[in-house]
């Protein structure tokens, strides 16, 4: 089974607040792959940003910023928001060697680098909200078979216990 990555609350990050997060992100943990250590989160200082995250996978880790309105979210758009930056995580690699593709085909500042930049950007963005969609969709499902299977489970149980 894949390591889980540690998470480490820095800063200001409310303590209250950390079981809330512990809980809503353990079951995606894994979707950040093997290389990364630990995610450490933080409260983001720009009111206008719900949540960003900044991936340094030389170091193993990642940064989730939150602002202090994302607590204020219902539950599912909590859940929405963290798929949403842990899939960052994921994208991040490919993203980064695409960059650098563009960086060494086109010359930096040229009309043509800037445009492909900018596109190449917005698809990145594009994927890793595509992705994190479909993984709140299989979460989602996962969520719901757990359900009917401890139902199931209660069931037999208690059918077991009547006959005894």
């Known amino acids: 089974m894949q390591p ?47 949540a960003e995250i900044s991936v340094m996978r030389r170091y193993h880790t990642a940064h989730i910023y939150l602002s202090h309105a994302f607590f204020f979210e219902k539950k599912e758009v909590k859940k929405k928001i963290l798929l949403h930056e842990l899939t960052h995580v994921l994208v991040d690699k490919v993203q980064k060697h695409g960059v650098q593709m563009i960086d060494a085909y086109f010359e930096e500042g040229s009309s043509e680098h800037s445009l492909i930049r900018v596109r190449f950007e917005e698809s990145a963005e594009e994927l890793t909200d595509a992705l994190a969609l479909a993984f709140l969709d ?25 006959k005894e």
């Open 4 to 50: 889980i990555p540690k998470l480490e609350f820095l800063d200001d990050f409310p303590s209250s607040k950390e079981e809330e997060i512990r809980k809503l992100i353990q079951p995606m943990l894994r979707i950040v792959g093997r290389d990364m250590d630990s995610l450490n989160f933080r409260i983001n200082s720009d009111p206008d940003v719900g």
């Open 138 to 162: 299989i979460l989602d499902e996962l969520e719901e078979l757990r359900t009917e299977i401890l139902l199931e489970a209660k069931t037999l149980i208690d059918g077991f216990d009547e």
